[in-house]
C-alpha cells in the first residue's frame, strides 16, 4: 500500500469531517460574495445608501413602482472594477409611485407616502425628454431599514467589513505573534523573561477591553479597528508559538543545524516554524472568528466603521430596539449572519485541528 504524505494525510482527514467541509464552503460562498460585492447588490451605489425615506421598514419581499428622473448633475460612469470596489453613483433620483402618467414634457404622480396615508399627486418636470424618465419595479428581498435602505444590499456589504477585518487582524497578530513567540521560546533567558512577563500582563485584561482601549487611542475607523483588533490576539499566538519553539529547539535536527553554523534566523525560519505550522493554522482560524466577534461587538458599541459604511454589528446597534416590536428581522438577520460565519469558521477550526493531530492520524491510517 503506498504511503501518503503529510500533507495527503492531512486533507484525507479534513476530507472525512463533512462538518468542517461544509464551514469550508460556508466561508468559500462568503468570500465570493465579498468580493463580488457591489456586482450582486441590488443597490450599488457607493456604500448601499440609497435612501427612500417613504419605504422605511418595509416587510422582507415587499414590491414597490419607482418613477426614476435623470439627475440634473452630471454621474461619471465608473468601470467594472471601480463598481465591483466602490460602487456606481446613481444616475436617477427614485421616487416611489402608486401610479403615473407621462405627457409631453412632464409627468404626474401619484406618490407613495405611507401605508396609511393616501398617494400624494404630484407632477415633474422632465429632463430633457421622456427618456429621462423610467419606471421600474424593485422588490426588497430582506426589506428596508429605518432610512428606506435596502436591508440585502447593507448585508452583502457588512460581508466584506466582517472578513477584511478578521483577514488583516489575523494578519497583524500572526506577524506579531510568531515573532514575539519564537524569539522568547528560542533564546531564553532575560528575553523570554521580559517578553513573557509583558504577555502576562496583556493576557489579563479582557480582549473587548483591550481593544476599545486601543481604539480610543487610534480613533475611529475601519483602519483603526485592523490594528487594534489585531494587536489584542497576538498573545495568544505568542504564547502558543513560544511552547512550540521552546520543545522543538533542543531536537537534534535542530542541534545539527547549530553545528553547521546556520544562523538563528535561519534555524528558526526554516526548520522550527515549518513544523510547528499546524497549531499555528489552527489558531489562525479561531482567531478570525473571534476578530469577527470583536468587531461586530465594537460596531455595536459605536467604536467600528463609521455611519454609512454597513457592518453587521452597526445594523443591530440601529434595530435592534425593532426586536420586540413588529420588525425583528432587522436585527435578527445581520445577527444570523454574524452566527453561521463564526460557527463556520469554528467548523473549520475543528477539522484542522483533527487534520494536524499526529496521534489521532496515526490511529486512523
Known amino acids: 500500500m503506498t504511503e501518503l504524505s503529510p500533507s495527503q494525510r492531512t486533507w484525507k482527514v479534513f476530507k472525512r469531517n463533512k462538518i468542517a467541509v461544509a464551514g469550508l464552503i460556508i466561508i468559500i460562498i462568503t468570500l465570493f460574495v465579498a468580493i463580488l ?25 415587499s414590491e414597490f413602482m419607482l418613477l426614476r428622473l435623470r439627475k440634473d448633475e452630471p454621474v461619471d460612469t465608473v468601470n467594472i472594477f471601480k463598481k465591483m470596489l466602490f460602487g456606481q453613483p446613481s444616475f436617477y433620483r427614485e421616487i416611489p409611485v402608486t401610479g403615473y402618467r407621462f405627457t409631453k414634457d412632464s409627468v404626474y404622480v401619484n406618490e407613495y407616502i405611507g401605508a396609511e396615508d393616501k398617494p400624494e399627486k404630484k407632477a415633474y418636470k422632465l429632463p430633457g425628454s421622456p427618456r429621462g424618465a423610467d419606471v421600474i419595479h424593485r422588490t426588497y428581498w430582506l426589506g428596508t431599514d429605518i432610512y428606506g435602505r435596502d436591508l440585502l444590499s447593507r448585508l452583502i456589504l457588512g460581508t466584506r467589513v466582517s472578513l477584511s477585518v478578521g483577514l488583516m487582524s489575523v494578519i497583524i497578530s500572526m506577524l506579531l505573534g510568531v515573532t514575539i513567540g519564537a524569539m522568547a521560546g528560542y533564546f531564553g533567558g532575560w528575553i523570554d523573561a521580559a517578553l513573557s512577563w509583558l504577555m502576562n500582563i496583556l493576557w489579563s485584561l479582557p480582549a473587548l477591553l483591550l ?7 487610534l480613533g475611529k475607523g475601519l483602519w483603526q479597528i485592523f490594528i487594534a483588533v489585531g494587536l489584542s490576539m497576538w498573545v495568544e499566538v505568542a504564547r502558543l508559538v513560544r511552547g512550540q519553539v521552546l520543545s522543538l529547539k533542543q531536537v537534534e535536527y535542530i542541534e545539527a543545524a547549530r553545528s553547521l553554523g546556520f544562523n538563528n534566523t535561519r534555524i528558526i525560519s526554516r526548520h522550527i516554524l515549518p513544523n510547528i505550522i499546524g497549531p499555528i493554522l489552527v489558531l489562525a482560524s479561531s482567531n478570525f ?32 430596539g425593532y426586536i420586540v416590536m413588529d420588525s ?15 460557527y463556520a469558521f469554528n467548523l473549520v477550526t475543528v477539522g484542522l485541528r483533527d487534520a494536524f493531530d499526529i496521534k489521532s492520524q496515526s490511529t486512523r491510517f
Open 328 to 342: 425583528p428581522y432587522l436585527a435578527v438577520i445581520p445577527g444570523l449572519a454574524i452566527m453561521i460565519l463564526v
Open 211 to 217: 481593544v476599545i482601549a486601543i481604539s480610543f487611542a
Open 37 to 61: 460585492g457591489y456586482l450582486i447588490m441590488p443597490d450599488s451605489t457607493p456604500l448601499a445608501n440609497n435612501m427612500t425615506i417613504q419605504l422605511s421598514l418595509k416587510k422582507p419581499g
Open 289 to 320: 472568528a473571534s476578530a469577527i466577534l470583536l468587531e461586530a461587538g465594537l460596531s455595536f458599541l459605536g467604536f467600528g466603521a463609521q455611519p454609512p459604511m454597513p457592518t453587521w454589528g452597526s445594523m443591530i446597534k440601529e434595530h435592534y
